[in-house]
């Protein structure tokens, strides 16, 4: 039996999964910007308007598909995420079998640069990851309660050379540091296709209430990585300062990033949904 798939936030990641599907499944998305009703319908959709902000808008999703793929953040403020709050109880009416929601590493915290798997507790330090911390909770919870196989797809960093804002190039054309070597701390990829997917076969073959880690197989340093996109693109390497320095120079935001080290373990993303990396480092996808 054909799956009927309900998108929830279709954007750049989105339109990739309906790329990579190219019509073997009859697919809906969800969106809250009429704009993008064309855009959705071209790439092979049926649009939906509604907002995860507005719960009268969603009393529709009740039994719509089969299953659902859930990418939409949460909101950008507060520790709870009541956008996911606020589908799951509009899917609660008529729940799905299945449904695969796409969080975030953050959720582990800073693990001083350890190598981890999906068994190293979540330690969110930033209200941003906490909030992924309790939609997780929520989804599977949702899965306990009516028999939905829940799948989440933890992610790091996410990079593509098509992707707006997802390739370094713009940074380095700005001329935005790093941090020195001693400094530096373990960042994490996955190229923008590559996770479209594992989005796929999460649907397929995900284990119930499963959490895998989506990434590539690389460990670099921040520094590194923005070197080897340097290279590659014919760019000047970027400069390199302390973090003393950085405390001056950097949002808030950017310093965010580099208090947390770890690499990731895709093993469970191997072994399980058996997916076979197109760019097993960012050395192939830049």
């Known amino acids: 039996m054909t799956p009927s798939l309900l998108i929830i936030g279709c954007g750049d990641v989105g339109l990739r999964v309906l790329r990579e599907l190219d019509g073997r499944w009859p697919v809906r998305a969800l969106t809250s910007s009429p704009e993008r009703l064309p855009e959705l319908r071209a790439a092979g959709a049926l649009p939906l308007l509604g907002s995860l902000d507005r719960p009268a808008t969603l009393a529709r999703l009740a039994g719509l598909a089969s299953w659902v793929l859930h990418l939409a953040p949460p909101a950008s403020t507060g520790a709870t995420d009541e956008r996911t709050r606020h589908l799951l109880a509009a899917l609660a009416r008529k729940p799905p079998a299945v449904l695969v929601y796409v969080s975030t590493t953050g959720v582990y915290g800073d693990c001083g640069g350890a190598r ?93 209430q499963r ?71 960012p050395r192939e996808g830049l």
């Open 116 to 208: 981890i798997d999906e068994t190293r507790p979540p330690a969110p330090a930033t209200d941003r990851a906490r909030r992924r911390v309790d939609a997780e909770a929520q989804l599977r919870a949702f899965g306990r309660r009516h028999g939905t196989r829940v799948v989440i797809l933890r992610v790091p960093g996410i990079y593509a050379r098509d992707r707006v804002g997802g390739h370094p190039r713009e940074r380095l054309v700005r001329g935005t540091p790093v941090l020195r070597p001693e400094d530096d701390a373990y960042t994490n990829h996955i190229q923008a296709d590559d996770l479209a997917r594992a989005c796929v076969l999460a649907l397929l073959r995900g284990a119930p």
């Open 211 to 281: 959490t895998l880690n989506v990434c590539d197989d690389s460990e670099l340093l921040m520094g590194d990585y923005f070197d080897l996109a340097a290279d590659l693109a014919g760019l000047p390497r970027p400069e390199r300062i302390t973090r003393e320095q950085a405390a001056e120079r950097l949002s808030p935001m950017q310093l965010s990033f580099w208090s947390e080290s770890r690499r990731l373990s895709n093993r469970r993303l191997r072994r399980e949904l058996r997916l076979a990396l197109r760019y097993p480092t």
